[in-house]
């Protein structure tokens, strides 16, 4: 049989507890199935009025288990209890209807705050914060408002009034019709700024997706993003400016709401820019970027990504270096520069189901997307520049902070093998050279640069390469830059701010997603509790 007994800290006198025990002598029958709770109630009912019965279970509350229901069953009664039926409990109820104002939420908590008092001072002892915690913990998680959108798995099960809330620019629209005469000339660069900003303004959109729906084919050889216009000096200058306009529209429109870009064919090198103007980049198997195509042209196209979103030193050296380097979707993703990969006999399906997150209302878009990207995507296969890191890092880097082109070739000459042999080949040209010593002096200094600055500097050395293709790399990158970024954004110098960032995901996650079984022993629920990231 339990007892309530003296010890350290006891609320009640020697005699109190001695009364209690003396006065109440349980037969050894009830004693296995009476509890402690149903004593004191018996005793303060037939054998002592006048102790202090609060008191009691309050000491009671403070002692281990003394044949304490567990308390889920003390919950479940509580709930249970007919308090429609229970005397004096309406006299509670004027203090729960004590005003007009309250809300319903509020009305509610009272009147269950009012039956938890009611039944913990004449029923049994129960704590109404520690009651509240424990269904707060047990209640069922809501379902997502928009769980629908997850359940609509089947290809073809998708419904276009879901996608009300998603601008599709289609560049098909602007672009040439026929193979081999694609060009993404001064009014289609215009055309897209257009549609991309008219989406802007648009509060019904909560995404806008770039699609290319020439590129849907499957056995389609059509451009993604062909060459940018340069049939003359005056055609390539105002192309150009154009085009670092629509990528600045891209970065602002970024800042409030997701940009996805669907990359479903080759990207000329030229237009890479816009691409790398969103993190939100999906490829299929038909990507490609080919770094040698249209270099002599515009040499330094997305000059201030490459030069800042590379993680491993001397990686963005290695590519601006490597004439005949084409990047597809499993280098893409290797650089962290890709939030998925589809295969492109899937495109049509996957990318409505991807879009379909988008349904999901601001702030919440970003992420909802983000996890419709990794549960779509598929890996991509391994990256070839991952595996010449080491050499990466040993021969290229070095040019990242003053090291020269010709220092990297004299390097490699001296190693005498088959794949120094294979580049030294590719980089003999002399016009190349000069492509890669501009690269690399541009990318030395954009560095230390803000985006509106290496905007500027990339449109003005562009522009004065194209004039004087043999001046040197320092003079061309060194060169004023105060008017270039008046001219590209038409005077409007102040609506583009110092640094136009484009919303990433934390580096943890892009490490994860580049490496899962680094991480295999962390608890990533835990960390995602901190931190809404892409982890799974």
């Known amino acids: 049989m339990s007892l309530i007994t003296q010890v350290e800290g006891c609320i009640f006198s020697a005699e109190e507890l001695q009364r209690f025990h003396k006065y109440y002598t349980w037969s050894s029958t009830d004693s296995d199935h009476t509890t402690v709770d149903e004593r004191i109630d018996y005793f303060a009912a037939n054998i002592d009025s006048s102790i202090d019965i609060q008191r009691l279970r309050a000491w009671l509350s403070t002692m281990d288990a003394h044949n304490k229901p567990p308390v889920n069953e003390l919950y479940s009664r509580f709930e249970a209890y007919d308090f429609a039926n229970a005397p004096g409990f309406n006299k509670l109820l004027a203090q729960v209807y004590n005003t007009d104002e309250a809300s319903k939420y509020e009305l509610d908590m009272r009147m269950e705050q009012a039956k938890a008092r009611y039944y913990s001072e004449h029923i049994e002892p129960l704590n109404y914060d520690e009651y509240k915690a424990f269904k707060e913990a047990r209640a069922p998680k809501p379902m997502c408002p928009y769980q629908h959108l997850w359940d609509l798995r089947e ?58 729906s020439n590129c849907s084919a499957e056995d389609s050889s059509r451009s993604f993003l062909p060459p940018l216009e340069a049939t003359t000096v005056e055609r390539q200058h105002e192309a150009l400016s154009a085009l670092l306009r629509l990528q600045v529209e891209l970065r602002q429109l970024g800042q409030s709401k997701p940009v996805v870009i669907f990359a479903s064919g080759p990207v000329d090198s030229s237009a890479i820019g816009v691409i790398l103007s969103t993190a939100d980049i999906v490829t299929t198997d038909k990507f490609s970027v080919s770094l040698a195509t249209s270099v002599q042209k515009f040499p330094l196209a997305a000059l201030y990504d490459w030069s800042t979103r590379l993680e491993h030193p001397g990686t963005a050296e290695f590519i601006a270096c490597h004439p005949d380097l084409v990047l597809r979707s499993s280098e893409w993703a290797g650089l962290g520069l890709g939030q998925g990969f589809i295969a492109h006999r899937h495109l049509a399906g996957t990318m409505d189901r991807i879009l379909l997150a988008a349904s999901c209302p601001p702030p919440s878009t970003r992420d909802a997307l983000r996890k419709a990207y990794m549960a779509e995507s ?130 943890f996650a892009q490490m994860y997603r580049k490496n899962p079984e680094r991480f295999k022993h962390i608890d990533l629920q835990q960390i995602a509790k901190h931190r809404s990231v892409d982890l799974q």
């Open 378 to 507: 598929v890996y991509p296969g391994p990256s070839k520049i991952s595996v010449w890191r080491p050499e990466i890092e040993k021969y290229f880097a070095p040019m990242a902070n003053g090291g020269s082109l010709d220092e990297l070739i004299e390097a490699l000459r001296g190693l005498d093998l088959e794949w120094t042999k294979k580049y030294l080949a590719l980089v003999g040209d002399g016009s190349w050279q000069r492509v890669a010593r501009l690269r690399v002096a541009a990318m030395r200094r954009a560095r230390n640069m803000g985006y509106s600055q290496v905007l500027a500097m990339e449109f003005a050395a562009t522009n004065a390469w194209a004039k004087n293709p043999s001046a040197s790399a320092d003079v061309l990158v060194n060169g004023s830059v105060d008017d270039s970024l008046s001219e590209i954004l038409g005077g409007s110098k102040p609506a583009i701010a110092e640094t136009v960032d484009i919303p990433e995901e934390c580096p």
């Open 155 to 212: 290809e073809g099960s998708t419904s276009g009034k879901l996608l009300d809330n998603v601008c599709v620019v289609d560049l098909a629209d602007y672009l040439g019709q026929l193979v081999g005469e694609e060009l993404l000339t001064l009014e289609a660069v215009s055309k897209i700024h257009d549609a991309v900003r008219q989406s802007a303004y648009n509060e019904q959109y909560h995404a806008v997706a770039i699609v290319n």
